[in-house]
């Protein structure tokens, strides 16, 4: 049961952090060289989470089915991954998709 909380959570602090990510990079532009250092590490940042929950996804998955160590892990493993890879990538899209629409004035 913890594994499933734990894997939920994941998921949630995931999509909160790709929210966070395209609200930094939707920020007026830094104008100078030291504000665009802070911008790129706070950034950076976001990214190492972004990594961290890539990699606890999938592991969470895995116990959650059983912590098997043949080919059917292998298999929850690598389908968890890509799974985790398109929410982040299909959710990073939305968001800006929808953050760079608000921006365009319409005719």
């Known amino acids: ?3 499933l909380i734990l894997l939920v959570l ?3 602090v995931l999509l909160f952090i790709v929210r966070t990510m395209v609200t ?3 920020r007026q532009r830094p104008s100078n060289i030291s504000d ?3 911008h790129n590490a706070i950034l950076l940042l976001w990214g ?3 990594m961290f929950l ?3 996804i999938p592991y969470q998955a895995w116990q959650l089915a059983g912590s ?3 080919w059917d892990g292998a298999l929850i493993m690598g389908s968890s991954l890509m799974g985790s ?3 982040f990538f299909g959710s990073y899209c939305t968001i800006k998709g929808k953050r760079l629409k608000a921006r365009v004035p319409s005719m």
Do not use: D, N
Request: a negative charge.
């Open 36 to 38: 665009e250092e802070k």
């Open 68 to 70: 098997s160590r043949g």
């Open 1 to 3: 049961m913890m594994h």
């Open 48 to 50: 190492i989470g972004i």
């Open 24 to 26: 930094v990079e939707m």
């Open 85 to 87: 890879v398109l929410i």
């Open 54 to 56: 890539l990699l606890f």
């Open 10 to 12: 994941g998921l949630s």
